[in-house]
C-alpha cells in the first residue's frame, strides 16, 4: 500500500475540511493516508518524509498568505519536497478562487510564488473556493468578521450575513483522483 502524508494549514476550518474529504478519496483508492494538522504539531514531531510517497499540502489563505504552519513546512523540507517533487502535491483554499476565472491568479500569487521562493516544484497545484462565514454561529474573530462583512457589502457575488462557501467539490474530487493517478503511474 502507497503512503501519502497530507499535510494542512487552516485558520477557519475549511482547509480542514477539503484535506479531510481529499484524505476519503485517497483511502478509497487504497492508499495509506496520514493526515496531519500542522496547527496542531509541530514540524519537528512530523514523521519522516522519505517514508511516504507522495505527500499533499493544503492552507488556507488570509491577505494574502498561506498559514505561517505551512509556510514554514515548505521552507524547512524544500529539500525533501525538490526530491520528491514529481508526487507532491499543493491546494489552498481561498475567496479569490470562487471565481474560477480568478484562479491562475489565486495559483500564481497564492501557491507559485511561495513555491518559487523556496526553490521547489511540484507536481499538481490548485487553488480552491473559500468559505467566508458572516453568520452569528461564525468562527471569525470580531474585527476579521466586520473588516469581511464590509467588503461583503460591495461584493455582488457574497451574501452579508450569511456563510458563504465557494468551494468546489467536483473540483476537489478531481484533484484528488488525479493525484492518485499519479502515485499508481
Ligand atoms: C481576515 C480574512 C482575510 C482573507 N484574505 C484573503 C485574501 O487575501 N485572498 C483570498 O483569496 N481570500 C482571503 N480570505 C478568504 C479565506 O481564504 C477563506 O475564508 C478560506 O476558506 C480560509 O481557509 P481556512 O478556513 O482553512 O483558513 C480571507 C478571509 C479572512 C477571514
Redesign the pocket.
Known sequence: MKKVLLVY????????EISQKVGEILKEKDLNVELINLEEVKLKKLPPLEGFDGILIG??????KM?KSVRKFISKFADELKNKQNTVGIFI?????NNPEERPK?RND?IKKVLQENGVEVAMLEAF????DLTDDSN?GGF?KK??GKMAEEDPNLTPGGKNDGRDWELITNFAEEFCSLLSE
Open positions: 494549514g487552516t485558520r477557519y476550518g475549511s482547509t480542514a492552507s488556507g489563505i488570509k491577505i494574502s498559514t483554499s481561498c475567496m479569490m478562487a489565486a497564492y473556493g473559500g468559505v467566508l471569525l476579521s473588516m469581511m
